[in-house]
């Protein structure tokens, strides 16, 4: 009994000590992606999530170019924001990841913590394996058919470890809010948190809105990126067909070490 309970406590050590180290190594990693001397490298890889011909044959098609919004978009934003640096994400596709692990269905701790232990060792795997340069950001990119049939599940940057995974919608007419998406979650793992009430989706007033102080308040004509919606009402939001109508507000500005 006496022996068991040691081990126990030595296993509980030990996992404390990995976390404590990955910890430590986030933090610095995070430190290093938001100084904003050099681009940021971002890798998107496009997966699958489905079997079905159409889901892989538009996976399979995407490429740079498919992606070049989201590089204009932060170019754009930081550039209105007064940052130096013109280019300040530079994003590769890379077609050499397959399905992740998947999460936890429950959100026991245990479970959470040791799902994100063997995520962050995949991920780690995947840029070790594919011939591109290892990036500053991975964005796991997975799509879902868009019969419209499934709710996709929610999409995940983890903001210590400087990697995301977003659902997305295999169809080109979802290639704007697909983009949003990327945009959205790449924020995350650099720091900026969501500004939208989690129980209505609704922006949150002031930091979720494109402009506060435009008169009349509503409808808005910009969103706030990590609002995710723009607010055409205090009770109403609509979900952008693009970055064109999005906007990296102060608060994330700050967030990610634009403004000080
Ligand atoms: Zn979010």
Known sequence: MARRTFLGTL?????LAVLAFVALGAWLDRRRSTDWDAPLRVTVYPIAAADDAATRGHVAA???QDFADVEAFFAEEADRHGLALREPVRVRVSHAAALPPQPPGDTGMLGVVT????FRYWAWRVAMDDPLPTPDV????????ADGGTAVPDSLGLSKGLMAITHLY???AAAGSNQVVVAHELLHTLGATDKYQRASGQPLVPEGLGDPDQVPRYPQRYGEIMAGRIALGAQEATIPDGLGRMLVGPVTARQIGWLQ
């Not at 799902?115 to 063997?118: A, F, P, Q, V, Y």
């Not at 991975?138 to 058919?145: D, E, G, S």
């Open 62 to 64: 995407l490429a740079q």
């Open 11 to 15: 296993r509980l050590a030990i996992l």
């Open 138 to 145: 991975q964005v796991f990119a997975l799509y879902h058919p």
């Open 115 to 118: 799902w994100s232990l063997r």
């Open 170 to 172: 295999a169809d080109p």
